[in-house]
């Protein structure tokens, strides 16, 4: 077990044998002492650094209230009264005056010379500078025995809370606790990690407040975190910081060692998913058998295409659905991320949503059988053509339902419905003939029927349309582009 910290408060120079000093007032809150000085001066705070004892024998009349709130305010730990000299004892108005502001107030007999509580309080300094030195040698040996466990983090930060005699813990950029589970987030430290993230430069921050002193540093990979809060009733000593800056170190070459392992994991989970796109199942199969969570290729399986997807996704899809394979697409012509979902079992909706919750649009293709995970992906990346800010998710199966004209983008619609029909897009009355007797499936007498047409007049108006639009109704592929580009043009402003 490691020592805790330790700082010279003046109850430790009430303590120093041979000093017979007297407790006039006790502080209200213990302030750690880091030198003694002497000054007879009405406001001597011009020469004060804060920490210190102040020794005086009021030889000067002073206003004491005055004086307390002066010396107060520069940050002295406490006041010591030389009795025997100016005064037989401490003036009442001091007396009275420590006592308001809560500062610590003792009476030196005259037999004690100042020089000599000078000289002990160096000596307990010194004391407690070895002290601290051994103390923070034992606690970082103590964190680089434990590091090394399985549950190494967590050790180490019990370690470094213990010396701090208070608590540490590792949370998200958001502040969410990672390492302890139950680690009890500060306020102080969510409002730190508001400022890291906001990109201002600063790369650790520390805030005073009620419940204590919070630092909160990121592990390695800056904003993005993981962050340490360290949270301790008192200031930052030498000893702490040491501590403290071992912690840091050795948590982030544990993170790097988990972030190197999460990158192979990502590139065999990419290698398994390109496999089995590729067609090479059992290969897929045995890629994926490698994974710490060694997914099975799924038997059946929907494939979502997303682009847009933030860094750092894949990976946090990788710890919570460890089952789905994912890949990033690198040729321009498959661009984005690919996940292989298992359609009987993993929500795809549900992960799509996510990502477009994330800024991502995204492309959900059919259900097959792994041996065709390539159509799912082909139709998924077809869906994920047409989405838009809108609609950022777009499922295969109920957007395209096998209609042609539903798979091309609008504006790929309209350009081959432009070229298709050409002149007669300025002929609404052959138009609306044109789908009547595609509708009938060219039938004569109910396309005359539905027009009010004769039968002649529309052979006239078929044989002015195939004319104009270079196609034959007789031919299937003449009809088929015939009939894109009339529901082309019923989907347009002025259309049928």
Same mark, same amino acid.
């Given at each position: 077990?490691?020592?805790?910290?330790?700082?010279?408060?003046?109850?430790?120079?009430?303590?120093?044998?041979?000093?017979? %000093?007297?407790?006039? $007032?006790?502080?209200?809150?213990?302030?750690?002492?880091?030198?003694?000085?002497?000054?007879?001066?009405?406001?001597?705070?011009?020469?004060?650094?804060?920490?210190?004892?102040?020794? +005086?024998?009021? %030889?000067?009349?002073?206003?004491?209230?005055?004086?307390?709130?002066?010396?107060? =305010?520069?940050?002295?730990?406490?006041? *010591?009264?030389?009795?025997?000299?100016?005064?037989?004892?401490?003036?009442?108005?001091?007396?009275?005056?420590?006592?308001?502001?809560?500062?610590?107030?003792?009476?030196?007999?005259?037999?004690?010379?100042?020089?000599?509580?000078?000289?002990?309080? !160096?000596? @307990?300094?010194?004391?407690? #500078?070895?002290?601290?030195?051994?103390?923070?040698?034992?606690?970082?040996?103590?964190?680089? =025995?434990?590091?090394? /466990?399985?549950?190494?983090?967590?050790?180490?930060? &019990?370690?470094? &809370? =213990?010396?701090?005699?208070?608590?540490? *813990?590792?949370?998200?950029?958001?502040?969410?606790?990672?390492?302890?589970?139950?680690?009890?987030?500060?306020?102080?430290?969510?409002?730190? %990690?508001?400022?890291?993230?906001?990109?201002?430069?600063?790369? !650790?921050?520390?805030? +005073?407040?009620?419940?204590?002193?919070?630092?909160?540093?990121? @592990?390695?990979?800056?904003?993005? &975190?993981?962050?340490?809060?360290?949270?301790?009733?008192?200031?930052?000593?030498?000893?702490?910081?040491?501590?403290?800056?071992? +912690?840091?170190?050795?948590?982030?070459?544990?993170?790097?060692?988990?972030?190197?392992?999460?990158?192979?994991?990502? /590139?065999?989970?990419?290698?398994?998913?390109?496999?089995?796109?590729? &067609?090479?199942?059992?290969?897929?199969?045995?890629?994926?058998?490698? %994974?710490?969570?060694?997914?099975?290729?799924?038997?059946?399986?929907?494939?979502?295409?997303?682009?847009?997807v933030p860094d750092g996704v894949r990976a946090r899809l990788a710890r919570q659905h460890p089952e789905v394979l994912t890949t990033e697409?690198?040729?321009?012509?498959?661009?984005?991320?690919?996940?292989?979902?298992?359609?009987?079992?993993?929500?795809?909706? #549900?992960?799509?949503?996510?990502?477009?919750?994330?800024?991502?649009?995204?492309?959900? *293709?059919?259900?097959?059988?792994?041996?065709?995970?390539?159509?799912?992906?082909?139709?998924?990346?077809?869906?994920?053509? $047409?989405?838009?800010?809108?609609?950022?998710?777009?499922?295969?199966?109920?957007?395209?339902?096998?209609?042609?004209?539903?798979?091309?983008?609008?504006?790929?619609?309209?350009?081959?419905?432009?070229?298709?029909l050409g002149e007669l897009a300025d002929e609404p009355e052959l138009l609306r003939t044109l789908h009547s007797y595609l509708f009938h499936?060219? =039938?004569?007498?109910?396309?005359?029927?539905?027009?009010?047409?004769?039968?002649?007049?529309?052979?006239?108006?078929?044989?002015?349309?195939?004319?104009?639009?270079?196609?034959?109704?007789?031919?299937?592929?003449?009809?088929?582009?015939?009939?894109?580009?009339?529901?082309?043009?019923?989907?347009?402003?002025?259309?049928?």
């Open positions: 077990m490691c020592k805790t910290a330790m700082v010279l408060t003046l109850a430790d120079v009430i303590a120093i044998p041979g000093l017979a %000093l007297r407790t006039v $007032v006790e502080p209200a809150t213990p302030r750690a002492l880091s030198w003694v000085t002497t000054s007879e001066l009405s406001d001597p705070a011009q020469y004060l650094e804060g920490g210190e004892l102040l020794l +005086t024998t009021g %030889l000067a009349d002073q206003e004491w209230a005055a004086y307390v709130q002066r010396v107060d =305010r520069a940050g002295v730990a406490a006041l *010591g009264f030389g009795t025997g000299l100016s005064h037989a004892d401490v003036p009442p108005a001091l007396v009275d005056a420590a006592r308001d502001a809560g500062l610590g107030l003792v009476a030196v007999p005259e037999s004690t010379p100042f020089i000599a509580i000078g000289k002990a309080v !160096a000596g @307990l300094l010194a004391e407690h #500078e070895r002290a601290a030195t051994e103390t923070a040698l034992a606690v970082q040996q103590e964190l680089t =025995r434990v590091i090394s /466990r399985t549950d190494g983090p967590a050790r180490a930060l &019990g370690v470094l &809370g =213990r010396a701090a005699r208070g608590s540490a *813990g590792l949370v998200d950029a958001e502040g969410k606790a990672l390492v302890p589970a139950r680690f009890r987030v500060p306020d102080a430290a969510v409002r730190a %990690l508001a400022t890291l993230r906001a990109g201002t430069g600063i790369r !650790a921050a520390t805030e +005073t407040g009620a419940e204590g002193t919070t630092v909160v540093q990121p @592990l390695g990979r800056g904003v993005d &975190g993981p962050f340490l809060v360290l949270v301790t009733p008192g200031a930052l000593d030498g000893m702490l910081r040491a501590v403290l800056v071992s +912690t840091v170190a050795l948590l982030t070459l544990d993170a790097e060692r988990s972030w190197a392992a999460a990158d192979a994991e990502l /590139r065999l989970r990419d290698r398994a998913a390109t496999l089995v796109l590729d &067609g090479a199942i059992d290969a897929g199969a045995s890629v994926a058998a490698l %994974l710490t969570a060694a997914p099975a290729v799924p038997r059946r399986l929907r494939v979502l295409r997303a682009t847009g697409q690198r040729d321009v012509t498959e661009a984005g991320t690919a996940l292989l979902v298992d359609a009987d079992a993993t929500g795809a909706e #549900e992960l799509a949503d996510l990502l477009a919750s994330l800024g991502a649009r995204v492309g959900i *293709g059919p259900a097959v059988s792994a041996h065709d995970a390539e159509t799912s992906d082909a139709a998924a990346g077809t869906a994920l053509s $047409v989405a838009d800010d809108g609609s950022p998710v777009v499922g295969w199966d109920e957007r395209f339902r096998g209609e042609v004209r539903a798979a091309l983008p609008d504006h790929a619609a309209r350009a081959l419905t432009a070229s298709i499936l060219g =039938r004569w007498q109910p396309t005359a029927d539905d027009m009010g047409i004769h039968r002649n007049t529309l052979r006239k108006r078929i044989a002015r349309i195939e004319r104009l639009t270079g196609r034959s109704v007789d031919t299937a592929a003449g009809r088929a582009d015939l009939w894109v580009a009339v529901v082309g043009a019923a989907g347009s402003p002025g259309g049928v």
